[in-house]
T-cell receptor, first 117, second 115 residues
C-alpha cells in the first residue's frame, strides 16, 4: 500500500535545539516537498527536491536544511536559526513529467506538529 | 506576493445547500488548478482539478469553474454535507515536462456545514 509517512506526529523542541522531521515515501515519486502551515497563511514552500542529491530553496528556506540521499527520503532539519519554528509541517511527493502528477498534484503526508517549549 | 488568493477565510452553509468557495490568482502563467481538502492534523487530500483549456469540471457533488479572463475559479459543492466541513485550499501550477511543477497554494477557506 503506497503512501508517504511523516514522523513523529508531534515534536517538542527546546529553544536553541536543532530537530529533524522525517519524511519517507514508497510511491516511487521523483519529487518531494516540504511545506509549513501557519494559521491564516496557507501552505508555504520551504524546500523541494526534483531528484536525488539535488534540492532547491522554496519561499521560506531560512533556518531550515534538507538532504536527499535516497529517492524515498527527504528529511527536514529545523535549526536554531529558525526564529519561529512552531507550526504544522507537511511533506509531499509527486511524479515529474506528464501523467498523474499533472492531474493530482501532490500526495501529502499526515504532518508533524512542532512546538517550541 | 500572494499569487493565489482565497479572500474568504471561512464560510458557513446549511446542510443540503450549495457551498461556493472562491479563488483568485494573479500569475497568468498558471495553467492547471487544483482543490484540496484538509481536516485538522491531517495532510491535504486531492479533491478536483481543472486545466486552463476547460471552463468547467465536474465530479459527483463537486464542480470547479474557471474564468481565465477574470483569473478566478470557484468550487461548488451541491448538496453540502456535514462531512464536507474542512479547510479547502486552492492551488495552481504551470505544467512542465520532466520537472517538478511546484504548487502555489492559497490561504484556505474553512467550510462549516451546519445541520
Amino acid at each position: 500500500d503506497g503512501g508517504i509517512t511523516q514522523s513523529p506526529k508531534y515534536l517538542f523542541r527546546k529553544e536553541g535545539q536543532n530537530v529533524t522531521l522525517s519524511c519517507e515515501q514508497n510511491l516511487n515519486h521523483d519529487a518531494m516537498y516540504w511545506y509549513r502551515q501557519d494559521p491564516g497563511q496557507g501552505l508555504r514552500l520551504i524546500y523541494y527536491s526534483q531528484i536525488v542529491n539535488d534540492f532547491q530553496k522554496g519561499d521560506i528556506a531560512e533556518g531550515y536544511s534538507v538532504s536527499r540521499e535516497k529517492k524515498e527520503s527527504f528529511p527536514l532539519t529545523v535549526t536554531s536559526a529558525q526564529k519561529n519554528p512552531t507550526a504544522f509541517y507537511l511533506c509531499a511527493s509527486s511524479p515529474t513529467g506528464l501523467g498523474q502528477g499533472i492531474i493530482y498534484g501532490y500526495t501529502f503526508g499526515s504532518g508533524t506538529r512542532l512546538t517550541v517549549v | 506576493d500572494q499569487q493565489v488568493k482565497q479572500n474568504s477565510p471561512s464560510l458557513s452553509v446549511q446542510e443540503g445547500r450549495i457551498s461556493i468557495l472562491n479563488c483568485d490568482y494573479t500569475n497568468s502563467m498558471f495553467d492547471y488548478f487544483l482543490w484540496y481538502k484538509k481536516y485538522p492534523a491531517e495532510g491535504p487530500t486531492f479533491l478536483i482539478s481543472i486545466s486552463s483549456i476547460k471552463d468547467k469540471n465536474e465530479d459527483g457533488r463537486f464542480t470547479v469553474f474557471l474564468n481565465k479572463s477574470a483569473k478566478h475559479l470557484s468550487l461548488h459543492i451541491v448538496p453540502s454535507q456535514p462531512g464536507d466541513s474542512a479547510v479547502y485550499f486552492c492551488a495552481a501550477k504551470t505544467i512542465n515536462t520532466g520537472t517538478a511543477s511546484k504548487l502555489t497554494f492559497g490561504t484556505g477557506t474553512r467550510l462549516q456545514v451546519t445541520l
